[in-house]
C-alpha cells in the first residue's frame, strides 16, 4: 500500500507540473486569463482556426512584435500590431499576460514594454479573446463571449481595417480613428500614410504625415462613395451619424470569404480578397489610382514615373538618402545632393561661379513655386541665383517660376505628353553629371579623331595596293619555264630592255590628243609625244582608226586585260637578240638607226620623227624619179634599170612595205592572245 502511494506520489509530482504548464501554455485556445501567459512560441487561435495572435518578426528583421495574423496563409499576413512602436529583441525573454486588468506586455525585469492600459475594476477575471473576426477584446470573463468587453483591437487599428470593424469620429472627444500605414516593409512603426474619416463630412481622406491631403473617396450619397462606385458591389458599407460618432463599417455579403482594406506603404488604400484556389491575394481596387498622385511618395529631389518597373528614382545629380529605406520600400526620405553646395557668398546669393542648372525636361513640375516677372530665361536664372535659397527655376512662355527648399512632388512623364516642362536644378559644378558631359565631350572628340584616323589609315593601305599593283603592271612578270626566266641578271642587262606601261603612254601623248597628232599611214594613227625625262616618241597603233567612243571602251577593255594578263610593254634596242617565239613576243629586227617599242597593241620608236621625214622625203623623191622615168623612152628605162638605181629604190620601199606587214601581223598576234585570256 505504501509502495503504490509512494507511485502515485512520484507520479504526480513529475505529471501534474507539465499538465499546469501545458495548460497555462497550450496551443489552440482562443484566450488569456490571469493564470496564462504567452512567451516565445507560444500563441492562441481563435475558434475557427481563422486567425492567430502571437509573436512574430517581419521579414528579415531580427525584431520582434506581438500581432494578429491569418492562421491558414502564408506568407504570414499581418493585420494588427500591439507593440508597433517598441519592438522587443527576444521574444522568449518577455511575457504577454493578464495584469491588473490590462492586457500587458513586460520583459523579464517586469517593466511594461507595451499595454492596453484601460481602467479596469474586475482585474482577478478579466480574459482577452481572440474572435474568428479577427479582433482581441479584452472582458470581464462573467460576460458572454460576444461581449464587445471594455478594450478591442478593433478599436486601435494598426494599417488593416478587417470586415466589422469600425472607422469612428468621436463627436465628444474630438478624435478619430486612423488606418496608418507600416513604416516599411520590415518595420510595423507608423509610416507616413492614413486615412481617416472626414470630421465635416461623409468622406473617407487620405493624408501624409497627418497633415497633407492628397486623396479623398467623394461625399456619400446613402449608397456609395462618388469616386468609390465599385465599393457597393463586393460588400454591404454602412454609415451612422448619431450623437455621439459617426463611423463607416462594412460586412461581406459571403461571410466564407476572406477580404481586407490596408493602408499600404505605398501611400494607397488597397482592397484585397483571398483566393483559395490559387492561394494568394487578388487585388480588387486601390486608391488613388496612379501611384505617382501619392503625394510626396518619392520624397525630396525624388521623381516618379509611373511608366517605370521602378516608380521612384532620384533626380539627377542626386542620391539615395537610406540605400537601406528605398529597398525596404520606405522612399520617404527622398535624396540629397552628390556633392552639397557651397555656401552662399555675402549670406543671400550665389555669387561664385561654381553651379551649374542642369535641364530636366518632360517633366510635371514640383508644387510651391513662386513667381517672378523677368524678360528672359537669362534673368530667371539669374533670379534664382540672387536667392541663397533657391533650388531649381523653370522659364516657359515669358513665365518664370522659382523653387525654395526641396523639390517634392516632381514626376517624370513620357516624351509624347504634351504637358511636360524642363526644370533647371542647381548643382555643384563638380557634379557628376557635368563631369560626365565633359568626359562625353571627350568621348565625341575622340571618336572623331580616331575616325579619321581610321580613314587615313584606310586610304593610306589603299593607296599602298594601289601603288604596287602599278607597280606591278610596270615590271614585267615573267612566265616560269620561259627563256626569259632562266636568263639571268646579267643577261637581261646585257639586253637593255626599258620597260613600259599603258599610263606613262597616255601621259606622253596627253591620252592621244589631236594636238600630238603626226599624221594617219596604212599602218595606223602616229602621234609624238615625251616622257618626262625630255625623250620624244612617237606612237603607232591601227586601234586608234577606230572611231572614238569604240576606241575609248576598246582601250579600256584593252586596259584591263593588258593589267589582268600581266602583259607588259617592252621597248628592246634593236640588236642581233632573239627571243623564243612562245614568250609571244615581238621579234627583233635589225634596225641600228631607231629603237621600237609594243606595249601590247601599241609599236613606239625613240628618236624616230626625224627617220620618218626621211622616210617620206625618199618616198617623194622615188615617186618624181618615177613619173620621170615613166615619161622616158623604153631604152633609156632599160639603160637606167641595168644601172640599178630605180631598182635599188625600188627595193627600198618593198622592204619598208614587208617590214610595215611584218610588223603589223604581230600586233594583231599579240591583240587575239589578250583578248583570248
Known amino acids: 500500500m505504501i509502495t503504490q502511494n509512494t507511485y502515485f506520489f512520484k507520479f504526480s509530482v513529475l505529471f501534474v507540473p507539465c499538465l499546469l504548464t501545458n495548460i497555462n501554455f497550450s496551443y489552440g485556445a482562443d484566450s488569456i486569463t490571469v493564470n496564462q501567459s504567452l512567451s516565445g512560441n507560444q500563441s492562441i487561435v481563435s475558434s475557427g482556426n481563422t486567425f492567430v495572435l502571437g509573436f512574430f518578426t517581419p521579414g528579415n528583421s531580427s525584431r520582434y512584435y506581438v500581432g494578429i495574423w491569418y492562421e491558414n496563409i502564408s506568407p504570414r499576413t499581418i493585420v494588427w500590431v500591439a507593440n508597433r512602436e517598441t519592438p522587443i529583441s527576444d521574444m522568449n525573454s518577455v511575457e504577454l499576460k493578464i495584469l491588473d486588468g490590462n492586457l500587458v506586455l513586460m520583459d523579464k525585469f517586469h517593466v511594461s514594454i507595451w499595454s492596453t492600459n484601460v481602467n479596469s475594476t474586475t482585474s482577478n477575471s478579466v480574459v482577452a479573446t481572440l474572435g474568428d473576426n479577427g479582433n482581441l477584446v479584452l472582458r470581464d470573463g462573467s460576460e458572454p463571449r460576444t461581449s464587445k468587453g471594455f478594450w478591442q483591437s478593433f478599436d486601435n487599428p494598426t494599417d488593416t481595417w478587417l470586415p466589422g470593424a469600425k472607422l469612428v469620429y468621436d463627436k465628444h472627444t474630438k478624435t478619430k480613428q486612423l488606418l496608418i500605414s507600416w513604416k516599411n516593409s520590415e518595420d510595423p512603426a507608423p509610416g507616413l500614410f492614413s486615412i481617416e474619416l472626414d470630421p465635416n463630412g461623409s468622406q473617407f481622406i487620405i493624408r501624409r504625415n497627418r497633415t497633407e491631403q492628397y486623396w479623398t473617396s467623394g461625399a456619400w450619397n446613402g449608397r456609395i462613395f462618388s469616386s468609390l462606385p465599385e465599393l457597393n458591389y463586393v460588400y454591404n458599407i454602412s454609415y451612422v451619424d448619431n450623437e455621439n460618432e459617426t463611423y463607416f463599417t462594412y460586412s461581406l455579403y459571403d461571410p466564407s470569404s476572406l477580404f481586407k482594406s490596408v493602408m499600404d506603404i505605398s501611400g494607397q488604400i488597397r482592397q484585397s480578397s483571398w483566393s483559395e484556389n490559387v492561394k494568394e491575394w487578388n487585388l480588387l481596387w486601390s486608391q488613388p ?136 536644378i542647381l548643382l555643384s559644378a563638380s557634379a557628376s553629371q557635368f563631369s560626365r558631359t565633359k568626359k562625353g565631350k571627350a568621348v565625341i572628340i575622340g571618336a572623331v579623331v580616331g575616325s579619321v584616323a581610321v580613314v587615313i589609315v584606310l586610304f593610306t593601305i589603299v593607296g599602298f595596293v594601289i601603288w604596287r599593283r602599278q607597280r606591278r603592271i610596270r615590271t614585267p612578270k615573267v612566265v616560269e619555264g620561259s627563256s626569259i626566266a632562266n636568263l639571268g641578271e646579267d643577261n637581261k642587262s646585257s639586253i637593255s630592255v626599258p620597260f613600259c606601261s599603258w599610263e606613262s603612254i597616255l601621259a606622253a601623248t596627253e591620252n592621244f590628243s589631236d594636238a600630238h597628232k603626226l599624221g594617219q599611214g596604212g599602218f595606223g594613227l602616229v602621234y609624238k609625244g615625251m616622257f618626262p625625262g625630255g625623250q620624244e616618241i612617237a606612237v603607232k597603233s591601227k586601234l586608234l582608226l577606230l572611231p572614238i567612243p569604240l576606241r575609248s571602251l576598246f582601250l579600256q577593255v584593252l586596259l584591263f586585260l593588258a593589267n589582268r594578263s600581266s602583259a607588259q610593254g617592252l621597248c628592246k634596242d634593236i640588236q642581233e637578240v632573239k627571243l623564243e617565239q612562245r614568250l609571244q613576243m615581238l621579234k627583233i629586227f635589225k634596225d641600228h638607226s631607231s629603237k621600237q617599242c609594243v606595249l601590247d597593241d601599241f609599236e613606239f620608236y625613240k628618236d624616230s620623227h626625224k627617220r620618218i621625214q626621211e622616210k617620206k622625203a625618199k618616198q617623194q623623191l622615188f615617186q618624181k624619179q618615177m613619173q620621170v622615168w615613166e615619161g622616158k623612152p623604153a631604152e633609156e628605162k632599160i639603160k637606167e634599170d641595168t644601172n640599178g638605181d630605180i631598182k635599188s629604190k625600188t627595193s627600198e620601199v618593198i622592204s619598208d612595205v614587208v617590214k610595215g606587214l611584218q610588223i603589223l601581223g604581230h600586233v594583231k598576234f599579240i591583240y587575239g592572245r589578250l583578248a583570248h585570256r
Open 289 to 424: 489610382r496612379q501611384q505617382c498622385e501619392v503625394y510626396a511618395y518619392c520624397g525630396a529631389f525624388g521623381t516618379c514615373n509611373q511608366n517605370s518597373l521602378s516608380s521612384c528614382n532620384c533626380l539627377q545629380g542626386f542620391k539615395k538618402k537610406s540605400e537601406t529605406d528605398w529597398n525596404l520600400k520606405d522612399y520617404s526620405g527622398g535624396c540629397v545632393r552628390e556633392i552639397d553646395l557651397l555656401q552662399c557668398e555675402n549670406g543671400s546669393t550665389y555669387t561664385d561661379r561654381k553651379y551649374n542648372f542642369l535641364a530636366n525636361s518632360h517633366a510635371s513640375l514640383p508644387e510651391s513655386s513662386q513667381l517672378a516677372t523677368v524678360r528672359s530665361a537669362g534673368e530667371c536664372e539669374s533670379v534664382c541665383l540672387g536667392n541663397c535659397s533657391c533650388t531649381a527655376y523653370s522659364y516657359y512662355g515669358n513665365a518664370c517660376s522659382v523653387w525654395n527648399g526641396e523639390l517634392l512632388n516632381f514626376q517624370q512623364l513620357s516624351e509624347n505628353n504634351g504637358s511636360g516642362r524642363t526644370i533647371y
